[in-house]
């Protein structure tokens, strides 16, 4: 029970120095706080968005802070590290803390809601969900949820563990109302992900190549026909007129039927006198 119990207090001493720690560096905007104890010094680091307001002109600020961590929790040689957060728009406590400030400033929730979803999928979020639970009506208003939510996003499983989640609370008149942000990193990985290898410059020379020869083969096909259209043109031309000489000739040496009769009864004498028939009649028999 003295190893449980050990572990009990030391887990509830660091959930107090986080505590003090995110309330006192509040205007830094503090996304993360770990804190590592070794026997020779305790080492703490923080995630801010404004790594100068922690540190201070001439580091004052983080030597106050490592000060009062050693009179209010009896931390000996704290080492402070102060990282700062490269893309804030995709880390989900710092935007549950901006959704939330905008929404004490400016109880428009929905507009606001829609716009920090935008600005998340835009930084390269593979997916994101916005949820604000409370007085979101106004005073006198019931309580309810309000969700956005866009891209990719699991909601169960082991897949779970990839999904960064931010809490944060408004106060207003109201009342308190919860603002829950989940975001999908861009460099998530789930099992259900097909990688398809970039292709080599061999590759892209091949595909190349046989993109021009399929054009060149599509401009051949594409001048066949017009010169078979021609070709067709031409022995069409060429026929209609071959049988135009021939009749021209036939006109010429032909001599119509009316026309023959004329001349033939122009030959003719004006009182044609029969042509004696000779005819061998048998002897006669006596």
Do not use: W
Request: glycine share 6%; hydrophobic share 40%; net charge positive.
């Amino acid at each position: 029970m003295t190893v449980m119990r050990k572990m009990i207090q030391k887990a509830l001493d660091d959930l107090q120095v986080k505590t003090y720690l995110y309330k006192d560096l509040a205007k830094a905007g503090v996304s993360d706080i770990q804190i590592q104890r070794t026997p020779i010094a305790t080492r703490i680091t923080a995630k801010v968005r404004k790594p100068g307001m922690v540190v201070g002109k001439k580091g004052n600020t983080i030597k106050e802070v490592c000060d009062e961590l050693t009179r209010r929790f009896g931390i000996e040689n704290p080492q402070f590290e102060v990282i700062e957060v490269t893309q804030p728009s995709l880390d989900a406590k710092l935007m549950a803390e901006k959704i939330g400030q905008r929404i004490e400033m400016r109880p428009n929730i929905k507009p606001i809601m829609r716009m920090a979803l935008r600005e998340i999928i835009e930084a390269g979020a593979l997916g994101a969900e916005i949820q604000v639970a409370g007085k979101v009506v106004g005073k006198g208003g019931k309580a309810k949820a309000l969700r956005v939510r866009g891209g990719y996003l699991r909601k169960s499983g082991e897949p779970m563990k990839q999904v960064r989640r931010g809490h944060y609370v408004a106060y207003l008149k109201a009342g308190a109302i919860g603002i829950l942000v989940k975001i999908v990193p861009p460099n998530a990985v789930f099992p259900d992900t097909i990688n398809v290898p970039k292709p080599s410059e061999e590759t892209d020379k091949m595909f190349a190549a046989a993109d021009a020869a399929q054009a060149a083969a599509d401009a051949a096909a594409a001048l066949e026909p017009a010169e078979n259209q021609d070709t067709q043109r031409a022995e069409k031309t060429a026929a209609k007129k071959r049988p135009a000489k021939k009749a021209k000739k036939s006109d010429e040496t032909q001599i119509p039927a009316p026309a023959k009769a004329e001349t033939q009864s122009a030959n003719m004498p004006a009182n044609p006198q029969p042509a004696e028939t000779k005819t061998d009649e048998p002897a006669a028999t006596q």
